[in-house]
């Protein structure tokens, strides 16, 4: 059995709109369950974020033998915080 060209559009444009319906109700879902808003989240002090990346520098490098990817692994969590590393006096 053959399907006429009027049906099969028939049958698109459906698909089309329950495809709306699913995009507009997921988004709807995430305004008011939870997309967490940037401006409401609380920026780390530099100390803070220190501290936190130091804590994931020791879990991933537990030696201080292995000095290059540990200052590589935190200078990468510090500028993912948004900082820049400080820079002593020395240089």
Do not use: W
């Not at 053959?2 to 559009?9: D, I, V, W, Y």
């Amino acid at each position: 059995m053959k399907m006429r060209a009027q049906t099969k559009e028939d049958i698109m444009l459906g698909v089309r709109q329950i495809c709306k319906m699913v995009a507009l109700s997921f988004a709807g879902v995430l305004v008011i369950f939870g997309a967490p808003d940037a401006f409401a989240q609380k920026k780390l002090t530099y100390e803070q974020a220190y501290r936190q990346c130091k804590q994931q520098v020791d879990r991933t490098y537990p030696t201080a033998t292995e000095t290059t990817g540990r200052y590589l692994h935190g200078g990468a969590c510090m500028k993912q915080l948004g900082f820049n590393l400080k820079k002593s006096g020395k240089f």
